[in-house]
């Protein structure tokens, strides 16, 4: 299967959207609680409905970015939140967006929807999109990695392979406090 823009553009087409989770999910919420830098620079790839950025842009972040290659999301985004600055909103491939200077990616059910071939790829394309000590933050699942996906899974010890040799602090562990359907199956990131 190959999981290009038709194929993404497709399930949202088709409402096959089952990984939506209808609001900003509580590990990411609580990590930004935290975050007292309100102008900090935040991307959000592969965003979907982007739930977590409305609601960093309403606790006062306001410089979001999100990104993501399917049309739909954004433009309902854009309807839901019309004050969200539309050159904050990226309608793009991940990996053909400039070199940037974030402070935060967010992760949350990106990783695990693309090809598992292209996760080293993700880490430098993350790399490259941070400012020096930016962090990547959020969530990959902890279940086996097949070929059954998306979502594909993975491990703690797979996902260091990816990070380590290029960022100077990997923190993966065990997610406490997700979602119910989730919870048990997910590991908490902190990478910068
Ligand atoms: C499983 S969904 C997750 C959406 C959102 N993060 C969430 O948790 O609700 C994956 C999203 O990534 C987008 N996507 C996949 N590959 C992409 C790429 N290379 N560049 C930008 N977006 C991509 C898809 O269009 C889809 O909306």
Redesign the pocket.
């Known amino acids: 299967m190959k999981?290009?823009?038709n194929?993404?553009?497709s399930?949202?087409t088709e409402g096959q959207?089952g990984?939506?989770?209808r609001s900003a999910?509580e590990p990411i919420k609580h990590y930004f609680d935290q975050i007292a830098d309100k102008q900090a620079k935040i991307l959000?790839?592969?965003?979907?409905?982007?739930?977590?950025a409305i609601y960093l842009f309403e606790s006062g972040f306001k410089n979001v970015y999100i990104?993501?290659?399917?049309e739909q999301?954004l433009e309902t985004f854009s309807e839901r939140i019309p004050d969200f600055p539309k050159a904050q909103l990226l309608c793009?491939?991940?990996?053909?967006?400039e070199t940037g200077d974030f402070d935060f990616i967010v992760?949350?059910?990106?990783f695990?929807?693309?090809d598992p071939k292209?996760r080293s790829a993700y880490a430098q394309k993350v790399k490259s999109m941070l400012k020096k000590g930016g962090k990547l933050v959020g969530l990959l699942f902890n279940f086996p990695l097949t070929e059954a996906g998306?979502?594909f899974g993975g491990s703690k010890e797979e996902y260091l392979q990816y990070f380590e040799s290029l960022f100077e602090s990997v923190r993966i562990e065990p997610c406490y406090n997700s979602i119910k359907p989730r919870l048990g199956s997910e590991l908490f990131i902190l990478i910068s």
Do not use: M, S, V
């Open positions: 999981l290009d823009k194929y993404w553009e399930r949202w959207t990984w939506d989770t999910t959000i790839p592969g965003c979907g409905n982007a739930h977590e990104c993501d290659w399917a999301p793009a491939d991940f990996f053909n967006l992760e949350q059910t990106f695990c929807a693309l292209l998306p979502p």
